[in-house]
């Protein structure tokens, strides 16, 4: 039975990487790939064409869909509009419109963009974690929160954090089956000798790693991963955390890969549905000029692939495509070096079909 696929390519370079993407699945579609694609706006341009950012009709779209494949929302003629309108808010509204709880975030290395890393090229070659962020719960989402007045005047600002047994259950879960097919290693970041929330988590978390015996689970606290993975980045094949902490060691992981531009990520509902998305952002400086580096969307197709249409041979070929291509020595502006051959958007996109075609 055909899947459905929504399509929001959002603002700036979202429209030209996801062009990309879709030249690549219409490849995979006239070679048999069951896949029915619909188009919708969001963000800026969900905003221009409706009026908010997440539109109805997309929301409607996306609800009935099997996965989403987003390129990218933001500009700057948007940023003086009310907050609720702000295009990031259609990203927002769908996270949590489809319950997507989890958020899986690889730092991958390929090994022909080692020097594109800020560490060492030994200490990141080989380099492959896959961080699986709580996306839903947490201190952002917590109540109370606020700024008010304390009796003496001066103001202070609250959040709340907070995980249910059952938030951790479920984030545990995909963090292990995902073990289960990687190289069955979780580690869970928390920090429990400071944080009660940290101490039923790791509780939680341990009690869920009884049913997958195969597994073998850490436990490290948050600081110590953060140092831990600028360090020896290559102990680490899973990690597993709550929002916050997940949000900024999942950063830092990037930037060991040395380029945004190559980076992508999956948000998955219980249902393995999943949003499927390139790390970076609109790229307003670079936007409408062909230059964008598509590769990280193409790499979100793979992991759409795998994720949410159970296609994993797809998934490995695309992968391979994407590393025949840098072996080529084709390379867009953002990781490119010397000796290499700069290629435009198109170009990348044309090269990773043909590697396809030809693999
Ligand atoms: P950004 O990720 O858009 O850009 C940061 C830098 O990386 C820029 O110099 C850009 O040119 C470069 N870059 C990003 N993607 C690239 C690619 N594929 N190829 C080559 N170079 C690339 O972050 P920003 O500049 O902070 O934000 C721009 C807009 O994007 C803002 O409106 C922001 O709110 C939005 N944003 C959206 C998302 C999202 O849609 N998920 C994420 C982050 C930022």
């Given at each position: 039975?055909?899947?459905?696929?929504?399509?929001?390519?959002?603002?700036?370079?979202?429209?030209?990487?996801?062009?990309?993407?879709?030249?690549?699945?219409?490849?995979?579609?006239?070679?048999g790939?069951?896949?029915?694609?619909?188009?919708?706006p969001v963000?800026?341009?969900?905003?221009?064409?409706?009026?908010k950012?997440?539109?109805?009709?997309t929301?409607?779209?996306?609800?009935?869909s099997?996965?989403?494949l987003?390129?990218?929302?933001?500009?700057?003629?948007?940023?003086?509009?009310?907050r609720?309108?702000?295009?990031e808010?259609?990203?927002?509204?769908?996270?949590?419109?489809?319950?997507?709880?989890?958020?899986?975030?690889?730092?991958?290395?390929y090994?022909?963009?080692?020097?594109?890393?800020?560490?060492?090229?030994?200490?990141?070659?080989?380099?492959?974690?896959?961080?699986?962020?709580?996306?839903?719960?947490?201190?952002?989402?917590?109540?109370?929160?606020?700024?008010?007045?304390?009796?003496?005047?001066?103001?202070?600002?609250?959040?709340?954090?907070v995980?249910?047994?059952?938030?951790?259950?479920?984030?545990?879960?995909?963090?292990?089956?995902?073990a289960?097919k990687r190289?069955?290693r979780?580690?869970?970041?928390?920090?429990?000798?400071?944080?009660?929330?940290?101490?039923?988590w790791?509780?939680?978390?341990?009690?869920?790693?009884?049913d997958?015996?195969q597994?073998?689970l850490?436990?490290?606290?948050?600081?110590?991963?953060?140092?831990?993975?600028?360090?020896?980045?290559?102990?680490?094949?899973?990690?597993?955390?709550?929002n916050?902490?997940?949000?900024?060691?999942?950063?830092?992981?990037?930037?060991?890969t040395?380029?945004?531009?190559?980076l992508?990520?999956?948000?998955?509902?219980?249902n393995?549905?999943?949003?499927?998305?390139?790390?970076?952002?609109?790229?307003?400086?670079?936007?409408g000029?062909?230059?964008?580096?598509?590769?990280?969307?193409?790499?979100?197709?793979?992991m759409?692939?795998?994720?949410?249409?159970?296609?994993?041979?797809?998934?490995?070929?695309?992968?391979?495509?994407?590393?025949?291509?840098l072996?080529?020595?084709l390379?867009t502006?953002?990781?490119t070096?010397?000796?290499?051959?700069?290629?435009?958007?198109r170009?990348?996109?044309?090269?990773?079909?043909?590697?396809?075609?030809?693999?």
């Open positions: 039975m055909s899947k459905k696929l929504a399509v929001l390519p959002g603002d700036g370079i979202g429209i030209e990487i996801v062009a990309e993407a879709l030249k690549l699945l219409n490849y995979l579609k006239s070679n790939l069951a896949l029915e694609m619909i188009e919708a963000g800026g341009a969900g905003y221009d064409a409706a009026g950012p997440l539109p109805d009709e929301l409607e779209l996306v609800k009935e099997d996965a989403i987003l390129g990218a929302v933001g500009g700057p003629q948007y940023e003086n509009l009310p609720e309108l702000r295009p808010r259609g990203l927002l509204g769908l996270r949590s419109e489809l319950g997507l709880f989890a958020n899986l975030r690889p730092a991958i290395l090994p022909q963009l080692a020097d594109a890393s800020s560490l060492k090229a030994d200490v990141v070659a080989g380099l492959d974690i896959m961080i699986v962020r709580e996306l839903t719960g947490g201190i952002y989402f917590g109540e109370p929160r606020g700024i008010r007045e304390k009796d003496n005047g001066e103001r202070e600002g609250f959040n709340t954090l995980y249910s047994e059952s938030e951790v259950d479920r984030i545990a879960r995909v963090a292990f089956d995902i289960m190289g069955k979780l580690c869970s970041v928390d920090k429990a000798n400071v944080l009660e929330v940290s101490e039923l790791r509780e939680v978390v341990t009690r869920v790693g009884t997958y015996p597994v073998e850490s436990h490290m606290y948050v600081d110590n991963a953060a140092m831990q993975l600028v360090k020896w980045p290559r102990q680490f094949d899973v990690m597993v955390t709550k916050m902490f997940g949000d900024i060691l999942s950063d830092a992981a990037a930037m060991l040395g380029s945004i531009g190559m992508p990520s999956a948000s998955l509902d219980a393995s549905k999943g949003m499927y998305e390139p790390i970076h952002g609109s790229a307003p400086d670079i936007a000029k062909g230059v964008a580096n598509p590769l990280a969307t193409i790499l979100s197709v793979a759409m692939l795998r994720y949410s249409l159970n296609e994993m041979q797809l998934a490995e070929r695309i992968e391979k495509a994407v590393g025949t291509v072996d080529a020595g390379r502006a953002d990781i070096s010397s000796g290499m051959q700069e290629v435009g958007t170009e990348m996109g044309d090269a990773v079909v043909a590697a396809l075609q030809a693999g």
